[in-house]
């Protein structure tokens, strides 16, 4: 678990009004978005004969992992294997190591399913396969592995379903591996904003998938799972049909990238659940309030974070450095006060929620929990 020092805001707990008494910058989670978003995918991915495995990447949490369950989800995938041995720590079952670790990592994954984890990992070289084979056996376990197609992102995967089916045949012939399937991810498709444009683009890979999947079958070596999909294109993959689990992860919290998502039909299921509450520290210049929040405490690989309440309309938020941000006002005549709270939804909910140490846990106007963001962190 976390190593992370208790929250200055514990003692806000259960308090009226708690929320805009927090001390920041502070991440926040709106459990009753939270739970809507859990229950709305939960619900879209039965009706769709799915299966559900969210990516923990998303929000390194055992206790959003636990509810994700309840909801029907049949495990949660991870990034690396620091989310994995978290993830096993706090009993989660039904893990799927979905990147490509170093060979020098596999006796740790073996000591994980040796410990009794319930968990597979993805492999996309014979030396990796290799290696997990070497430790499974040495720990006197059984690995169960995926193998990972690359199917156009070109970061991790077999290139060819030659290479599919030599690495499926050889974790089917080891003692010490259990061949379960394949993973086919569109990373590099899930933020296309227009509906028509990513289903165009998902022809060519879909139609990738579905040859290795054929030449797997044919080689004997059909994949009981075809795993993959996410947040921006968990419907359109669905209505492909290529895949049969999805590996949505974003959906939980939503933020500005995928805001701009549009799902089709016009669709917005997912609600906002995530935010950065920053505290005004300066209103010495007219035109704008200085901030506690900059570049540490939002993920700036994407959009600029986008103000959710606490300024006035039209108010928009920019960076001043390591420690601070600006509300950038649009009237002359706007202010706030020294103190004043402010919310913004974050640009990249993966890397912010890593700067963070704690959720807190919002109910209404009330902080009701804390959770450590238990997962963050290397290696």
């Known amino acids: 678990m976390s190593d992370a020092q208790p929250s200055p805001n514990a003692a806000l707990l259960g308090q009226p009004g708690s929320r805009q008494r927090l001390q ?130 070109g970061r991790t995967g077999t290139p060819s379903a030659d290479d599919a089916v030599t690495l499926a045949r050889q974790a089917a012939a080891h003692d010490s591996l259990a061949y379960c399937g394949v993973q086919a991810y569109m990373g590099h498709l899930q933020h296309i904003a227009q509906v028509a444009d990513r289903d165009e683009l998902l022809a060519e890979p879909t139609d990738k998938v579905e040859a290795m999947v054929e030449a797997l079958r044919e080689a004997n070596l059909a994949p009981g799972t075809v795993t993959g999909g996410g947040t921006g294109t968990h419907r359109l993959d669905a209505a492909r049909g290529a895949l049969n689990e999805m590996q949505c992860g974003s959906y939980v919290f939503m933020d500005v990238d995928y805001d701009a998502v549009a799902q089709p039909d016009g669709a917005r299921p997912y609600t906002n659940a995530l935010f950065v509450q920053t505290s005004v520290v300066n209103v010495n210049h007219p035109g704008y309030a200085v901030t506690d929040a900059g570049l540490k405490s939002f993920a700036t690989d994407g959009p600029l974070p986008v103000i959710a309440r606490g300024a006035p309309d039209g108010a928009s938020y ?19 006060a020294l103190g004043d709270r402010v919310e913004c939804v974050v640009p990249h909910c993966d890397p912010n929620v890593n700067l963070f140490d704690h959720y807190h846990v919002i109910r209404g106007d009330a902080l009701v929990e804390i959770w450590p963001v238990a997962a963050r962190g290397n290696p």
């Not at 492999?123 to 990972?148: F, I, N, S």
């Not at 390591?322 to 950038?328: K, N, T, W």
């Open 24 to 153: 920041t910058p502070a991440l926040v989670l709106d459990l009753d978005a939270l739970e809507a978003n859990l229950a709305t995918m939960a619900a879209w991915a039965e009706g769709n004969g799915l299966a559900l495995r969210p990516h923990a990447k998303s929000h390194k949490s055992p206790d959003i992992a636990r509810r994700q369950l309840a909801a029907g989800a049949a495990g949660v995938c991870c990034a690396s294997l620091r989310e994995a041995e978290v993830m096993a720590a706090a009993g989660i079952p039904g893990l799927l190591i979905t990147t490509a670790l170093a060979p020098d990592k596999a006796a740790r994954v073996a000591a994980l399913a040796a410990g009794g984890a319930d968990l597979a990992c993805t492999v996309d070289h014979p030396e990796l396969l290799a290696a997990y084979g070497a430790a499974a056996e040495a720990a006197g376990t059984r690995l169960k592995v995926v193998v990972d197609l690359d199917v156009g992102l």
């Open 318 to 336: 920019r960076y001043m450095g390591d420690e601070h941000g600006a509300v950038v006002f649009a009237g002359q005549d706007e202010r706030l």
